[in-house]
């Protein structure tokens, strides 16, 4: 047996796979066939599917806030996971990055869905600017307008840093 990223990356709390944990135990049956690296790489470059619709300029104002606040939702939800993550990493040990690995690797995930949401929300914002819609949306997590450097101990302990102080203020 070993472990991988859930499907659900740890967002859903009542996970029939990894029980909201993020990581998944796996068969590892197919441990003597070869490595498909065609496959392998596919994996890594996941796609994520659009909610901005091409005909976006015909949607009515409610229509287009709607989708800016799901993105957003959406924003915030994966850095309450990035933060819980964070916290459970001992950056006072000498061997984190070996230890949490599979912590880093779904913080990295995490990451590149926030950054590819941010992309979505950056069509809904010219949108709204281009009608000149008075929406004006926030977000309720401070790293949710964070681009996080998962290979950067400094940036991510600074990060925390600053979100806990914040939380406690
Ligand atoms: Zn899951």
């Known amino acids: 047996m070993k472990t991988e990223i859930c499907s659900c990356q740890g967002l859903d709390a009542a996970c029939k796979k990894c029980f909201g944990s993020g990581f998944a135990s796996v ?21 994520f599917e659009s909610i901005v619709p091409n005909n976006l300029s015909e949607l ?8 800016a606040i799901k ?20 950056f006072n040990t000498t061997t984190f990055r070996r230890d949490f690995g599979d912590k880093f690797a779904l913080l990295d995930a995490l990451e590149t869905e926030k ?41 991510l302990k600074t990060l925390l840093r600053a979100y806990k102080k914040l939380k406690n203020n």
């Open 115 to 155: 950054q590819f949401l941010r992309s979505e929300l950056l069509l809904i914002d010219q949108e709204i600017q281009q009608k000149k819609y008075n929406s004006k949306f926030r977000f309720k997590h401070y790293f949710s307008d964070k681009d996080l450097d998962v290979t950067s101990n400094r940036q």
């Open 27 to 47: 068969n590892d049956d197919h441990k003597a066939a070869p490595k498909n690296t065609a496959t392998k790489k596919e994996k890594k470059k996941q796609k």
């Open 71 to 90: 993105l957003i939702t959406s924003l915030d939800f994966k850095s309450k996971k990035q933060t819980q993550l964070l916290n459970a990493i001992p």
């Open 60 to 67: 009515s104002k409610s229509e287009v806030d709607a989708l």
